[in-house]
């Protein structure tokens, strides 16, 4: 069922009865207020995250509704909406929303339901125009500061996490000096705990590396 602004009783001002110019006018606004807008939402579920096709979320506009007498009254969520992933082809830089995230919700012109399911080009499901329930997710706004992140900090560019950090590819150049604060262990081998046979203890130092 589609989610969109409903007009509200008594949503017309005394003025907009005074002439025929102002009743028109009062119908135009109503039917423009039942238009859905862009607006602010936040995050209420998400779904198909990770290395999944771009999944979709669950969203709520945190920007209510009002009427003539400026009674507030909340939206209802919106349910599968596409959020947006910075993709091209098969690459990806994933990073999917979380609950409780605010971002934008851009409304889309016409039905975008059967699209959503067939992921291509695609017949409009309906004929609802600028409805709520068309929706698209794009995250990043009014958010709290983050506790893990990769990007420039200053001058230089800081990767903190609180998992493992993973290079899986077919080789690694580093084209720089490198400074490790914990251990090193290549091939099983650790470079601050390991030995060295066929030597004699004393005051003697092994070689350079070769």
């Known amino acids: 069922m589609a989610l969109q602004d409903k007009p509200t009783v008594g949503s017309m001002q005394p003025s907009d009865i005074a002439s025929d110019f102002n009743v028109t006018n009062a119908v135009i606004r109503r039917a423009l207020s039942m238009m859905g807008a862009d607006t602010l939402v936040q995050v209420k579920a998400v779904r198909s995250t990770g290395l999944n096709p771009v999944g979709y979320v669950d969203i709520w506009p945190i920007v209510h509704q009002q009427d003539g007498q400026g009674n507030v009254v909340p939206h209802e969520i919106i349910y599968n909406v596409p959020y947006l992933r910075i993709q091209g082809g098969k690459r990806a830089f994933i990073c999917d929303p979380q609950e409780g995230d605010i971002g934008a ?47 420039w900090v200053g001058g230089d560019v800081h990767v903190k996490t609180a998992g493992k950090f993973i290079v899986d590819a077919a080789d690694c150049e580093i084209n720089c000096n490198v400074k490790v604060s914990g251990d090193v262990t290549a091939g099983g081998i650790s470079l601050q705990s390991h030995t060295h046979g066929g030597v004699q203890t004393g005051s003697g130092a092994t070689g350079k590396p070769e």
């Open 105 to 151: 919700a851009i409304i889309c012109g016409r039905d975008i339901s059967s699209a959503k399911v067939n992921r291509t080009a695609s017949a409009p499901g309906s004929y609802r125009q600028h409805d709520m329930a068309d929706a698209l997710y794009v995250g990043g706004y009014l958010n709290d500061a983050p506790e893990e992140y990769i990007g």
